[in-house]
């Protein structure tokens, strides 16, 4: 029987800004990565989220991301390591409050958009970020993207990491996603996600966007919670999961 995690980015709304369908969404889900305010989000948002969360039991994740609410967190930045490292120190830390609060520990870790992009290339950014997590939350789990950069940076940093495959993005030959500025780059149909998804944990292979077989690891399987179909991607998800014995779990159950 296969096990695998099904996480969604949360907790994205700003003030009167709503985004994402979040209270219909984390019932349905085993890991939630919720923004901590670089990003996305407010306190009052990030609280609400982290107790919804709690309240379905589902595992609470940082999501933290570069400076950049203007741009949703998805342009570069050049960043030293110093700051990365204390950008990503400072999101965990605001988002462990609202956890210990609601009774609960971070199970796990994600960075965002340009952040996650960028740290699966550069070594010197994963680094950054797994020493980050390594003194702000070091029992937490890296969730990073399979074959990437970051999961060799745990290892190296001594964390545990959980690699992740996306239903609703398109890949490159090498393993990595494509740009969201570049056409077909997001996958709007819920019957291909789900399929793709489905070969991903059976078969550990996804075909890029050239038609390439890449071999992927899935120890998650990411919604993204902002996508106009997020709700009816993670319905039929987990519907075709359970017909075909795909039991989801939170990570902690999964990442030993």
Do not use: W
């Amino acid at each position: 029987m296969f096990k695998v995690d099904l996480n969604c980015d949360l907790g994205e709304s700003f003030g009167n800004y709503r985004i994402g369908d979040d209270e219909n969404v984390i019932p349905l889900i085993s890991s939630a990565n919720i923004a901590c305010g670089f990003h996305a989000s407010d306190p009052v948002v990030m609280q609400r989220t982290v107790n919804a969360a709690a309240a379905s039991s589902v595992g609470i994740g940082a999501h933290p991301g570069y400076p950049d609410l203007m741009g949703f967190g998805r342009r570069f930045m050049k960043l030293s390591a110093e700051e990365a490292e204390a950008y990503v120190m400072y999101q965990i830390g605001a988002l462990s409050s609202f956890a210990a609060a609601a009774g609960k520990c971070i199970q796990h870790v994600k960075p965002h958009g340009a952040l996650y992009n960028a740290a699966a290339k550069d070594s010197v950014l994963a680094d950054a970020v797994c020493r980050a997590i390594k003194k702000a939350s070091p029992e937490s789990i890296l969730l990073a993207l399979s074959g990437s950069e970051m999961v060799e940076a745990a290892h190296r940093n001594g964390l545990r990491v959980a690699c992740e495959v996306f239903a609703d993005r398109a890949y490159n030959d090498d393993g990595t996603l494509v740009a969201r500025s570049e056409p077909g780059s997001v996958i709007t149909d819920e019957n291909e996600a789900v399929s793709r998804a489905v070969r991903m944990v059976r078969e550990g292979i996804v075909v890029s966007r050239s038609g390439k077989k890449v071999a992927v690891q899935a120890d998650s399987i990411c919604v993204h919670g902002d996508g106009a179909k997020a709700l009816a991607f993670v319905k039929k998800i987990r519907s075709v999961f359970e017909s075909m014995q795909i039991c989801i779990r939170p990570l902690c159950e999964i990442i030993e």
